[in-house]
């Protein structure tokens, strides 16, 4: 089993910058690929960015291309999702995603463990 623990969210200005961090616990020797998710009320849960195992390679949802940067630190266990140039519509609650899996992720049915997630609010 893996453990997945989001931190780092909160409030923030319209404009404004804010990194979120996903600590993994368990069988870390998983080498699967990690992604964010976020849902806002009411909508159904969206990709965000993803990170393969070596962090060679990631992927974005077109929203947040050239705003948001994913990282791993996998000595750490953790990966990073930093967010930059915020917008009233990426309010949410972000969750981050681990597969086992080497290949990267775009669906939610793709990942098999999930943390409880970190609310992001943006105030414009």
């Known amino acids: 089993q893996v453990q997945l623990v989001e931190s780092g969210g909160g409030l923030v200005q319209a404009g404004g910058s804010l990194r979120v961090s996903c600590a993994a616990s368990?069988?870390?020797?998983?080498?699967?690929?990690v992604g964010w998710f976020r849902q806002a009320p009411g909508k159904e849960r969206e990709f965000v960015a993803a990170?393969?195992?070596?962090?060679?390679?990631?992927d974005y949802a077109d929203s947040v291309k050239g705003r948001f940067t994913i990282s791993r630190d996998n000595a750490r266990s953790t990966v990073y999702l930093q967010m930059s140039n915020l917008k009233d519509e990426d309010t949410a609650v972000y969750y981050c995603?681990?597969?086992?899996?080497?290949?990267?992720?775009?669906?939610?049915?793709?990942?098999?463990?999930w943390g409880q997630g970190t609310q992001v609010t943006v105030s414009s």
């Open positions: 995603a681990k597969r086992t899996g080497l290949a990267l992720g775009v669906t939610p049915r793709q990942y098999e463990y």
């Open positions: 368990g069988r870390t020797s998983i080498n699967g690929a």
């Open positions: 990170i393969n195992w070596s962090g060679g390679s990631t």
